[in-house]
C-alpha cells in the first residue's frame, strides 16, 4: 500500500499506525541461505549486498518475502537518508510486512497475523534486522510521540 498524505493526525479502530521510516522501499527475498533486496521497480540493490549478507545470518527461515526499508539509523534510532544515500555504515532492514513466509502466500491474510509471523521472522535482538513496530487505533498518539 502506498504511503497516504493527510492533513491532520486520526484515529480509527481499523487502522494500524506505524512510523515511517527515511529509507529505500524493498522487498527482502529469503532463501537458500541468502537474501536479495530488491527495490519497487524490481531492480536488485546490488550495492546493499552486505546489508542482504548480515540479514542471511541472522533470519532462520526456510524462505519468506519481507517487505520493508533499507535505512541508516543513529544512536538514537532516527533514520538519516543522506548517509544511506552515500552506502554508509551500519545499514538496517525495517520489516512492517512479511508476504510469503515458508512456502505460503500470506498477501490475502489480515495484517494482524502477517504482523504474527513477522515478529517470528525478526529475531529479537537483532540491530541488522528491525521489526517496525505499530499502534492500533491510535494515529494521534503516535503523532504526538513522533512530535516529541
Not at 500470506?106 to 528491525?130: I, W, Y
Request: charge should be positive; glycine fraction near 6%.
Amino acid at each position: 500500500m502506498p504511503l497516504a498524505v493527510r492533513r491532520e493526525p486520526f484515529d480509527h479502530p481499523d487502522w494500524q499506525f506505524e512510523i515511517k521510516y527515511d529509507g529505500f522501499r524493498a522487498l527482502a527475498y529469503v532463501e537458500n541461505r541468502s537474501v536479495r533486496l530488491v527495490s519497487r521497480k524490481g531492480n536488485i540493490y546490488k550495492s546493499f549486498d552486505t546489508l542482504g549478507g548480515k540479514m542471511a545470518e541472522c533470519i532462520r527461515v526456510e524462505n519468506a518475502i519481507l517487505d520493508g526499508e533499507i535505512v541508516h539509523l543513529d544512536p538514537a534510532v532516527r533514520p538519516l537518508f543522506y548517509p544511506l544515500l552515500r552506502r554508509r555504515s551500519p545499514q538496517q532492514f525495517v520489516a512492517f510486512d512479511v508476504l510469503w513466509f515458508n512456502g505460503r502466500d500470506l498477501r490475502k491474510s489480515p495484517l494482524s497475523d502477517r504482523k504474527r509471523h513477522l515478529r517470528s521472522v525478526v529475531p529479537a535482538g537483532s540491530t541488522t534486522v528491525l521489526y517496525a513496530d505499530h499502534m492500533d487505533a491510535k494515529g494521534t498518539e503516535l503523532f504526538r510521540a513522533v512530535c516529541d
